[in-house]
């Protein structure tokens, strides 16, 4: 609602006499009466009403669960959350609202979806990584010989391959690196909510007005004119925590209506999250793989087959033999087992106080 200016104020004040004056102004006796304390106490709006010492319009405040002092209030992200200060009135320092944090209320976590169970790999039997050979025999790496490796592929299947040559002068002997036991793992896979959860992180800075009051009609609080910045809103705090409060939109309240409902909580706290996972041996694994090697590159001539297990083993050639390819299959293939444990929900969830926010339409 618009108010008159300071000349049409003046020029109506100019037109009243002297008992007159007092009596439209409210402001005391018509002696020692200064036209700047009229200015300073009344308010008058277009249509000649008096609207006391507010300088704004006069909202119904009066009404059900509600303290009747109006509040401002900012709702966003914790990490952004301003100072009660950020709103101000008016351009100079004279008019800054003077405004304190009232209450600082929080947004209600959003209920956790609940933990992804964990899965794991299955062990399995690896094939050897390959020969390490030596011009010395019983696998002697000593000073003097010389030592030549002889490495199938990653993920070796068994089949036939060959790694390159190694001429008589330095096959002595093979040392054959033992089968393996690929453990169960982890499989990768984001455990949900291991952090705040969605909600957790909103407030509500709750502001006192301390220039809401002024409005000459009981009941009724001052709402400057003015914009507020973004994300500001003129509430009203509901005085209980029951979940039975709803905002006045019927047709006896006067002026605007605070009818958008926001709710808070003055506790709200949610530190639940998954447990990580893991795997466990449920039956050990058995792995055992016969080895052979041959002279020629196509695992036609072979040179020998040697058992091996967990420990490797040793192997010495034929005096003159060379080494061209390698093959492998399984004498024992029995992989263990494993189970998984974790992704379990721990910690607490908290929340109490319901306050509840009715707030005029934002722009107000």
């Not at 304390?37 to 009066?62: H, P, R, S, Y």
């Not at 499989?187 to 002024?214: H, K, Y």
């Not at 409902?261 to 793989?289: G, I, L, N, Q, Y």
């Amino acid at each position: 609602m618009a108010r008159w200016g300071t000349g049409r104020i003046l020029a109506a004040v100019i037109g009243l006499s002297g008992a007159a004056v007092a009596t439209a102004s409210g402001c005391g006796a018509v002696d020692g009466y200064d036209c700047a304390e009229l200015l300073a106490c009344d308010f008058i709006t277009e249509d000649g009403t008096n609207n006391g010492a507010c300088d704004g319009i006069c909202v119904d405040a009066n009404f059900g669960s509600f303290g009747q002092m109006p509040v401002l209030v900012w709702m966003g992200h914790a990490g952004l959350a301003p100072e009660c200060g950020a709103v101000r009135r008016g351009g100079g320092p004279d008019d800054v609202t003077k405004v304190s944090t009232f209450e600082l209320l929080h947004a209600e976590p959003a209920p956790h979806p609940g933990c992804d169970p964990c899965v794991c790999t299955q062990p399995a039997c690896a094939f050897p990584a390959g020969l390490s050979v030596t011009s010395g025999y019983m696998c002697d790496e000593g000073p003097g010989e010389t030592v030549t490796p002889f490495e199938p592929p990653a993920g070796w299947d068994g089949a036939c391959v060959a790694p390159g040559t190694v001429p008589a002068a330095a096959f002595g002997s093979f040392a054959i690196a033992p089968v393996t036991e690929r453990a169960c793992e982890v499989v990768a896979a984001p455990v949900p909510r291991d952090g705040a959860l969605p909600g957790s992180t909103e407030v509500a800075v709750v502001c006192v007005d301390a220039d809401a009051s002024g409005c000459p009609e009981k009941g009724h609080r001052c709402v400057a004119e003015e914009r507020l910045p973004a994300g500001w809103r003129r509430c009203l705090l509901s005085e209980v925590e029951g979940d039975y409060i709803e905002c006045p939109d019927g047709e006896d309240i006067e002026g605007p209506r605070h009818s958008e409902k926001f709710t808070f909580w003055m506790v709200a706290k949610d530190d639940r999250k998954c447990t990580e996972c893991s795997c466990h041996e449920t039956a050990p694994s058995a792995c055992e793989a016969i080895v052979s090697t041959f002279e020629d590159t196509a695992c036609g001539e072979m040179v020998a087959s040697v058992a091996v297990g967990e420990n490797g083993s040793c192997h010495d050639a034929e005096p003159g033999s060379t080494l061209g390819s390698m093959s492998a299959v399984w004498r024992v293939d029995s992989p263990g087992s494993c189970a998984p444990s974790g992704g379990e929900l721990t910690g607490e969830r908290e929340v109490e106080g319901r306050r509840t926010l009715c707030c005029l339409p934002e722009g107000m």
